[in-house]
């Protein structure tokens, strides 16, 4: 059974920052194989795609958050981070982590409260 298990979010101010990290429960040849990304649902709108990496690191963003979103991959910990810098009030949302592309059911991590003051 695959899991993520993911970790960050929180409370900031904005133009604050703050990290999310992701943890997959299989093999690093695995995690290796596959795309992972990160995602987000704002309430009572729909998910959309935050930033993907490829299996060799290629990284896309959204429009929303180039520039100031950074995402990354580490095999050895089996893990995916997402670095949020200069936060805005519309940043909030439930952040989610995937492994998969965007076009494949894939594995969902738990979600993660971001939440941006004004």
């Known amino acids: 059974q695959v899991q993520l298990v993911q970790s960050g979010g929180g409370l900031v101010q904005d133009g604050g920052s703050l990290r999310l990290s992701c943890a997959a429960s299989v093999s690093g040849s695995t995690f290796r194989l596959n795309a992972m990304g990160w995602y987000r649902q704002p309430s009572g709108k729909e998910r959309e795609l935050v930033a993907e990496?490829?299996?060799?690191?290629?990284?896309n963003y959204a429009d929303s958050v180039k520039g100031r979103f950074t995402i990354s991959r580490d095999t050895a910990k089996r893990s995916v981070y997402l670095q949020m810098n200069g936060l805005r009030p519309e940043d909030t949302a439930v952040y989610y982590c995937?492994?998969?592309?965007?076009?494949?059911?894939?594995?969902w991590g738990q979600g993660t409260q971001v939440t941006v003051s004004s």
């Open positions: 990496i490829t299996s060799d690191s290629q990284a």
């Open positions: 995937k492994m998969g592309t965007s076009q494949v059911p894939g594995y």
